[in-house]
Structures are given as structure tokens and as C-alpha cells.
């Protein structure tokens, strides 16, 4: 069965600043793996969409990496602002082809 | 872009009672949806995927005569708590795919606070 991890649970850094955010999976038969962004008590808003065969992605200020072999991701915010701080959660397309998300990273980006 | 909405934004019903949510695709014909549960400070748990004009698949531990979903029209599920308890509290997203997206590409729902007195 799939697992997914981030690390760390919350996160918190001066406006500014560059940090990356974490995301493990167990099984390496994906399809791709995806970030999200998740304000409080809201649903989900897609950020990149990493196809198994690619190595990153890149969207304004955010990327995303993928080794699909060593079942790691990273999500790479620069220049950090107030607000970019939500849950940042990824999620992997599995062989079923359904998601499996990890349980997110809380950033908080302080003024 | 696509657009996905749930109705009611938030819910507040007794134990016992039974409470529906609706998952609208606004502007495109979804040929799947999906209904997820996420407990405070938790992740997303896919609870069934449901196709246009068929029963919905259950995930392993959802109880399908207490999770009811419908999916009658390419543009419309339901999602009805029946007999909801406190437990049941959470909050409920929904999402669509259509044809020509990546696979597991979905687009989410704003999602469905239920609290069960």
C-alpha cells in the first residue's frame, strides 16, 4: 500500500526567505505526483503536476522536483511571501490511478 | 478553467439525522468523481469513486449504506451522510476529472464542513 510523507509538519520563516518542503513516497509505480495548496477550512488549489518520466517542474516562484527512484519529491518556494502561507500537501497517482496524499507541511511566512 | 462546487459550503445537523451534499461541475462533463474526507490537521482520505450511471466504489473501511452516493448526470454527485453520528464530523471534498487529463489530475471542490451535534 502507498505511503506518502512530508516533512516537516509545520514550518514556519521569515518573509524572504527560500525553503523546501519535503514529500517521500514507498511505491515507486506512480504516474506522477502532484502539489497542492490548501488555505485553511478551504479545498484544493493544483500547483505543478510532475509526470513520472520528469525530473522538475516550474511554476512562477515554486519548483518541484521528482526522483521517482529513490521515491522522493521537494517543493521549492524562493523568495517567500505572507501570502504563500497554507498547507502544502503532495499526492501521488498510484497504479489504481487514484491519489494518495501525504499529510501535508503547515507554512507560515511571517512579515 | 474548470470549475467544481459543493453545496452547502457548511452543514449543522443533529445525530440521526441524514444530510446530502451535492459535487457540481460547472463547466465540463466529469466522467468521474471523487469523495474524500479530511480530519482536523490531517491529509485526504479517498472514501469512493463514482462513474456517471454506475455504483460508486468504496474504499476498504467506508461503510457504503451510510456514505450514499449518486452520480446521475455527467455534471452532478451526491454524497448523503445517513444517520449521521459525531463522529462523522469532518470535512467532505469532492473532485472531477474529464477526459484528457493527466492521470490522477482532478479538480477539487471548495469543499463541505459537516459538524454532528
Known amino acids: 500500500k502507498q505511503e506518502v510523507t512530508q516533512i516537516p509538519a509545520a514550518l514556519s520563516v521569515p518573509e524572504g526567505e527560500n525553503l523546501v518542503l519535503n514529500c517521500s513516497f514507498t511505491?515507486?509505480?506512480?504516474?506522477?505526483l502532484q502539489w497542492f495548496r490548501q488555505d485553511p477550512g478551504k479545498g484544493l488549489t493544483s500547483l505543478l503536476l510532475?509526470?513520472?518520466?520528469?525530473r522538475e517542474q516550474t511554476s512562477g516562484r515554486l519548483n518541484a522536483s521528482l526522483d521517482k527512484s529513490s521515491g522522493r519529491s521537494t517543493l521549492y518556494i524562493a523568495a517567500s511571501q505572507p501570502g504563500d502561507s497554507a498547507t502544502y500537501l503532495c499526492a501521488v497517482t498510484g497504479s489504481a490511478r487514484q491519489l494518495t496524499f501525504g499529510s501535508g507541511t503547515q507554512l507560515t511566512v511571517l512579515p | 478553467g474548470a470549475v467544481v462546487s459543493q453545496h452547502p459550503s457548511w452543514v449543522i445537523c443533529k445525530s440521526g439525522t441524514s444530510v446530502k451534499i451535492e459535487c457540481r461541475s460547472l463547466d465540463f462533463q466529469a466522467t468521474t468523481m471523487f469523495w474524500y474526507r479530511q480530519f482536523p490537521k490531517q491529509s485526504l482520505m479517498l472514501m469512493a469513486t463514482?462513474?456517471?450511471?454506475?455504483?460508486?466504489?468504496?474504499e476498504q473501511g467506508v461503510e457504503k449504506d451510510k456514505f450514499l452516493i449518486n452520480h446521475a448526470s455527467l455534471t452532478l454527485s451526491t454524497l448523503t451522510v445517513t444517520s449521521a453520528h459525531p463522529e462523522d464530523s469532518s470535512f467532505y471534498i469532492c473532485?472531477?476529472?474529464?477526459?484528457?487529463?493527466?492521470?490522477?489530475?482532478?479538480?477539487f471542490g471548495p469543499g463541505t464542513r459537516l459538524t454532528v451535534l
Open positions: 510532475i509526470q513520472s518520466s520528469q
Open positions: 463514482s462513474n456517471e450511471g454506475s455504483k460508486a466504489t468504496y
Open positions: 473532485s472531477a476529472r474529464r477526459p484528457g487529463l493527466a492521470e490522477g489530475e482532478q479538480f
Open positions: 511505491d515507486s509505480a506512480i504516474y506522477n
